[in-house]
C-alpha cells in the first residue's frame, strides 16, 4: 500500500501513542475484573517472592535445581510486573493510552521473559537428566560455576535476540489506526500495524521461535526420555516413586508453560472473536505466574520443609537461639 508524503507523516504523529483497547467491552464489570485481577497479581508477586526468601534463608536449598528455581521466579516477577500494573490503572480510566515507548519496552521485557524461561526450563531438564542418570558427575557438570554459565547465557542472549527483535520492529512505520486491540502491546499485533513489508520480521520472529521453543522442548524431551528409562530400571519401587517425585513438578511447569504458550498463539488466530482471544491470552497469562509458586510448595517436600522451618524460626524465634 502507498502512502503520500502528508498522510505518512499523519500517521507517524499519530502512531506516537497508542490506545489498549483490549477488554473494553467488559464496561459493567471492569471495576470486579479490577479487584480480582489485583488479589491475583498480588498473590502470584507474593507466591514468587516467599519462593526466593525461602531458597535464600535455607542453606539446604542452595542446590543446582533451586538455583534455577529463583531465576525462574525472578522471570514471573518481571513478567507480570510488566503487564499487569498498567492493565490494573486502564480498567479503572478512560484513557488507555500507551507511548512506542513504553510499549516498545512492553514487548521487548515480554520477550526477554518469555526467552528466559524456555532456557531455564531447559536447564532444570538438564540438571535433573545429570542428577538421576549421571549422579557421579553431577558434582562436575553442574558446578555453581556451570550453573551460573547456564544462567547468565539464557539472559543474556534472550536479552540480545528481543532487543534486536524490538529494535527492527519499532524502525517500521505504523500507519492507520492508533488502537491496538489487546489489553498490552505484543509482538504479533504491532506488526500487523505496519504499513510496510514485515516479512523479514516474520521469518525473524520464526527463526527465533524455533530456536528458542523447539530447541528447548526436545532438549527437555530427550532428557526425560533418558529419565523415565533411567527411572523405570531402579531396583525398588521407593527408588522410582522418589525418583519420579523430583522431576514431577518441573515436569507440571513444562506442561502448563508450552501448553499455555501454544494455546495463546494458535486458538486466537483461527477465533473469529477478537474478544475471546484476549479473555484466553489474560487466562494464560496469570496461569504460569501464578502456578508456579503453588506447584513447588505444594508438590515439593523440601521447598515445604524448608518454608515450614522458615515460618517457625520467624514465630518462635527464641527456640533457635543456641
Sequence with gaps: MTYSERDYRENQTISNVFILVGLSHLNELQILLFFVLLVIYLVALMGNLLIIFVIKLNPSLHTPMYFFLVNLSIVEICYITNVFPQLLVHLLVEEKTISIVGCAAQINITNIMGLTECCLLAAMAYD????????????????????ALLVGASWFISFSMALAQTVWLFSLPFCGSNHIHHF???QPTMMKMSCADTSKNGVMLLTVS????????????????????AI????TAEGRHKAFSTCSSHLMVVTLFYGASLFTYLVPKSSSIPESGQLISLMTSILIPLSNPIIYTLRNKEVKAALRKTAEKSIFPCNWIN
Design 128 to 147: 535433573r537428566y545429570m542428577a538421576i542418570c549421571q549422579p557421579l558427575h553431577y558434582t562436575t557438570f553442574m558446578s555453581g560455576r556451570v550453573c
Design 184 to 186: 498490552f502491546c505484543d
Design 210 to 229: 524455533a530456536l528458542f521453543i523447539l530447541g528447548p522442548v526436545l532438549l527437555i524431551i530427550l532428557s526425560y526420555l533418558c529419565l523415565i528409562s
Design 232 to 235: 523405570l530400571r531402579l531396583p
